[in-house]
Protein backbone atom coordinates (compact mmCIF):
# COMPACT_ATOMS: atom_id res chain seq x y z
CA UNK A 1 0.00 0.00 0.00
CA UNK A 2 1.61 3.59 -1.27
CA UNK A 3 1.06 5.74 1.46
CA UNK A 4 1.54 8.94 -0.80
CA UNK A 5 -0.88 8.02 -3.48
CA UNK A 6 1.05 9.90 -7.29
CA UNK A 7 -1.09 10.45 -9.78
CA UNK A 8 -1.15 10.69 -13.34
CA UNK A 9 1.33 8.02 -12.86
CA UNK A 10 2.07 9.12 -16.92
CA UNK A 11 1.64 12.03 -18.91
CA UNK A 12 2.16 12.72 -22.85
CA UNK A 13 1.17 16.39 -23.97
CA UNK A 14 1.93 18.70 -26.69
CA UNK A 15 4.12 21.61 -25.96
CA UNK A 16 2.36 24.48 -25.02
CA UNK A 17 -0.49 22.76 -22.58
CA UNK A 18 -1.21 22.93 -18.77
CA UNK A 19 -0.75 19.95 -16.80
CA UNK A 20 -1.56 19.10 -12.95
CA UNK A 21 0.19 16.26 -10.90
CA UNK A 22 -1.37 15.42 -7.69
CA UNK A 23 0.18 13.62 -4.27
CA UNK A 24 -2.61 12.46 -2.11
CA UNK A 25 -2.33 11.05 1.81
CA UNK A 26 -4.67 10.05 4.18
CA UNK A 27 -1.48 10.76 6.77
CA UNK A 28 -0.72 13.89 7.75
CA UNK A 29 3.19 15.18 6.36
CA UNK A 30 5.19 17.98 8.31
CA UNK A 31 6.28 18.96 4.96
CA UNK A 32 6.25 17.89 1.64
CA UNK A 33 8.91 18.48 -1.37
CA UNK A 34 9.03 17.87 -4.71
CA UNK A 35 12.01 16.71 -7.10
CA UNK A 36 12.29 16.38 -10.83
CA UNK A 37 14.86 13.24 -11.78
CA UNK A 38 16.44 12.85 -14.48
CA UNK A 39 17.29 8.95 -16.10
CA UNK A 40 20.42 8.36 -14.01
CA UNK A 41 20.47 10.84 -11.89
CA UNK A 42 19.40 11.39 -8.28
CA UNK A 43 16.35 13.59 -7.57
CA UNK A 44 17.33 17.27 -7.40
CA UNK A 45 14.83 19.73 -5.05
CA UNK A 46 12.18 21.75 -6.89
CA UNK A 47 10.37 23.54 -3.56
CA UNK A 48 9.17 22.58 -0.03
CA UNK A 49 5.89 23.41 1.37
CA UNK A 50 5.38 23.53 5.03
CA UNK A 51 2.19 25.51 5.47
CA UNK A 52 -1.42 24.03 5.01
CA UNK A 53 -2.20 26.04 2.27
CA UNK A 54 1.01 27.14 1.00
CA UNK A 55 1.53 28.36 -2.40
CA UNK A 56 4.74 28.65 -3.81
CA UNK A 57 5.20 29.77 -7.39
CA UNK A 58 8.57 28.75 -9.78
CA UNK A 59 8.53 30.79 -13.14
CA UNK A 60 6.09 28.24 -14.76
CA UNK A 61 5.55 25.80 -12.02
CA UNK A 62 3.01 26.16 -8.88
CA UNK A 63 2.74 24.03 -5.71
CA UNK A 64 0.13 24.21 -3.40
CA UNK A 65 -0.02 22.11 -0.52
CA UNK A 66 -3.58 21.02 1.17
CA UNK A 67 -5.62 23.04 4.45
CA UNK A 68 -4.98 19.89 5.98
CA UNK A 69 -1.40 19.17 5.05
CA UNK A 70 -2.58 15.48 3.44
CA UNK A 71 -2.54 16.22 -0.03
CA UNK A 72 -0.45 18.86 -2.48
CA UNK A 73 -0.45 19.60 -6.11
CA UNK A 74 2.35 20.45 -8.97
CA UNK A 75 0.80 22.59 -11.84
CA UNK A 76 2.63 23.29 -14.65
CA UNK A 77 1.32 25.97 -16.85
CA UNK A 78 2.28 26.38 -20.98
CA UNK A 79 4.86 22.94 -20.52
CA UNK A 80 8.07 22.73 -22.43
CA UNK A 81 9.97 19.72 -23.98
CA UNK A 82 12.52 21.02 -21.45
CA UNK A 83 9.96 20.28 -18.89
CA UNK A 84 10.11 16.17 -19.23
CA UNK A 85 11.19 14.21 -17.17
CA UNK A 86 10.11 11.99 -13.78
CA UNK A 87 8.34 14.14 -11.43
CA UNK A 88 8.81 13.01 -7.63
CA UNK A 89 6.45 14.05 -4.23
CA UNK A 90 7.88 13.16 -0.70
CA UNK A 91 6.27 13.95 2.51
CA UNK A 92 7.95 13.76 5.66
CA UNK A 93 6.90 12.47 8.52
CA UNK A 94 5.31 14.48 11.59
CA UNK A 95 7.34 11.99 14.05
CA UNK A 96 10.94 11.44 12.56
CA UNK A 97 12.66 12.89 9.24
CA UNK A 98 12.49 9.96 6.78
CA UNK A 99 10.92 10.87 3.54
CA UNK A 100 7.84 8.77 1.68
CA UNK A 101 8.00 8.81 -1.74
CA UNK A 102 5.28 9.13 -4.20
CA UNK A 103 5.91 6.72 -6.77
CA UNK A 104 6.05 9.55 -9.46
CA UNK A 105 4.80 11.01 -12.85
CA UNK A 106 6.92 10.53 -16.03
CA UNK A 107 6.30 13.45 -18.11
CA UNK A 108 6.70 14.07 -21.50
CA UNK A 109 6.31 17.26 -23.44
CA UNK A 110 6.22 16.85 -27.02
CA UNK A 111 7.00 19.58 -29.64
CA UNK B 1 30.34 24.86 -4.18
CA UNK B 2 29.91 21.13 -4.30
CA UNK B 3 26.62 18.86 -3.46
CA UNK B 4 26.27 15.41 -1.93
CA UNK B 5 28.74 12.98 -3.54
CA UNK B 6 28.21 9.51 -4.07
CA UNK B 7 30.85 6.64 -5.29
CA UNK B 8 30.97 4.70 -6.70
CA UNK B 9 28.48 5.68 -9.78
CA UNK B 10 27.90 2.44 -10.83
CA UNK B 11 29.06 -1.22 -9.04
CA UNK B 12 28.84 -4.60 -10.63
CA UNK B 13 29.53 -7.45 -7.88
CA UNK B 14 28.56 -10.81 -7.90
CA UNK B 15 26.23 -12.80 -6.27
CA UNK B 16 27.69 -13.23 -2.75
CA UNK B 17 30.26 -10.52 -3.08
CA UNK B 18 30.51 -7.40 -0.67
CA UNK B 19 29.72 -3.98 -1.71
CA UNK B 20 30.31 -0.79 0.07
CA UNK B 21 28.64 2.45 -1.42
CA UNK B 22 30.07 5.58 0.06
CA UNK B 23 28.34 9.01 0.55
CA UNK B 24 29.88 12.29 1.73
CA UNK B 25 27.66 14.67 2.12
CA UNK B 26 27.02 18.85 1.88
CA UNK B 27 29.62 20.91 3.40
CA UNK B 28 28.18 22.13 7.03
CA UNK B 29 25.67 19.05 6.54
CA UNK B 30 25.69 16.31 9.32
CA UNK B 31 23.12 14.27 9.00
CA UNK B 32 22.41 11.69 6.17
CA UNK B 33 20.15 9.42 4.75
CA UNK B 34 20.21 6.53 2.41
CA UNK B 35 17.39 5.53 -0.22
CA UNK B 36 16.83 2.68 -2.43
CA UNK B 37 15.07 3.25 -5.74
CA UNK B 38 14.06 -0.82 -6.91
CA UNK B 39 13.25 -1.00 -11.05
CA UNK B 40 10.00 0.23 -11.47
CA UNK B 41 9.56 1.22 -7.59
CA UNK B 42 9.79 4.36 -5.91
CA UNK B 43 12.25 5.33 -3.17
CA UNK B 44 12.39 3.66 0.15
CA UNK B 45 13.65 4.85 2.53
CA UNK B 46 16.01 2.97 4.50
CA UNK B 47 17.97 4.46 7.18
CA UNK B 48 18.80 7.58 8.68
CA UNK B 49 22.66 8.51 10.37
CA UNK B 50 23.97 11.38 12.10
CA UNK B 51 27.62 11.58 12.53
CA UNK B 52 28.80 8.25 15.01
CA UNK B 53 24.90 7.36 15.17
CA UNK B 54 22.34 5.64 13.62
CA UNK B 55 19.02 6.93 14.09
CA UNK B 56 16.58 5.19 12.81
CA UNK B 57 17.02 2.13 10.26
CA UNK B 58 13.45 1.40 10.04
CA UNK B 59 13.64 0.95 6.78
CA UNK B 60 17.26 -1.46 6.74
CA UNK B 61 16.63 -5.24 5.87
CA UNK B 62 17.37 -7.10 9.03
CA UNK B 63 20.39 -8.89 7.42
CA UNK B 64 23.42 -8.63 5.19
CA UNK B 65 22.73 -4.29 5.63
CA UNK B 66 24.63 -1.92 7.52
CA UNK B 67 25.43 1.81 7.67
CA UNK B 68 28.00 3.81 9.33
CA UNK B 69 28.48 7.78 9.38
CA UNK B 70 32.12 8.03 11.37
CA UNK B 71 33.28 10.89 13.31
CA UNK B 72 35.86 10.89 10.25
CA UNK B 73 35.22 10.73 6.53
CA UNK B 74 32.34 9.56 4.55
CA UNK B 75 29.12 7.72 5.57
CA UNK B 76 29.16 3.99 3.79
CA UNK B 77 26.40 1.93 3.22
CA UNK B 78 27.63 -1.80 3.25
CA UNK B 79 25.77 -4.88 1.61
CA UNK B 80 27.22 -8.36 2.75
CA UNK B 81 26.72 -11.51 0.41
CA UNK B 82 24.92 -9.50 -2.38
CA UNK B 83 21.72 -11.27 -4.38
CA UNK B 84 20.27 -10.50 -7.31
CA UNK B 85 17.31 -8.70 -5.98
CA UNK B 86 19.75 -6.00 -4.29
CA UNK B 87 20.55 -5.09 -7.82
CA UNK B 88 18.68 -0.85 -7.36
CA UNK B 89 20.01 2.42 -7.32
CA UNK B 90 20.82 3.53 -3.90
CA UNK B 91 20.57 7.07 -2.41
CA UNK B 92 21.94 9.04 -0.33
CA UNK B 93 20.67 12.64 0.69
CA UNK B 94 21.74 15.29 3.50
CA UNK B 95 20.42 17.68 5.33
CA UNK B 96 22.14 20.59 7.26
CA UNK B 97 19.98 19.98 10.74
CA UNK B 98 18.04 17.79 12.85
CA UNK B 99 14.34 18.19 11.71
CA UNK B 100 15.26 19.56 8.79
CA UNK B 101 12.25 19.62 5.99
CA UNK B 102 14.64 19.86 3.00
CA UNK B 103 17.45 16.86 2.12
CA UNK B 104 19.28 16.83 -0.77
CA UNK B 105 20.52 14.23 -2.66
CA UNK B 106 23.29 12.85 -4.58
CA UNK B 107 23.77 11.22 -8.24
CA UNK B 108 23.39 7.75 -6.68
CA UNK B 109 25.19 4.45 -6.99
CA UNK B 110 24.01 1.85 -9.84
CA UNK B 111 24.56 -1.53 -8.26
CA UNK B 112 24.47 -4.51 -10.55
CA UNK B 113 24.41 -7.86 -9.29
CA UNK B 114 25.29 -10.80 -11.50
Known amino acids: TQLLEQSPQFLSIQEGENLTVYCNSS?????LQWYRQEPGEGPVLLVTVVTGGEVKKLKRLTFQFGDARKDSSLHITAAQPGDTGLYLC???????????FGAGTILRVKS | NAGVMQNPRHLVRRRGQEARLRCSPMKGHSHVYWYRQLPEEGLKFMVYLQKENIIDESGMPKERFSAEFPKEGPSILRIQQVVRGDSAAYFC????????????FGPGTRLLVL
Open chain 2, 93 to 104: ASSPLAGSETQY
Open chain 1, 27 to 31: SVFSS
Open chain 1, 90 to 100: AGAMEYGNKLV
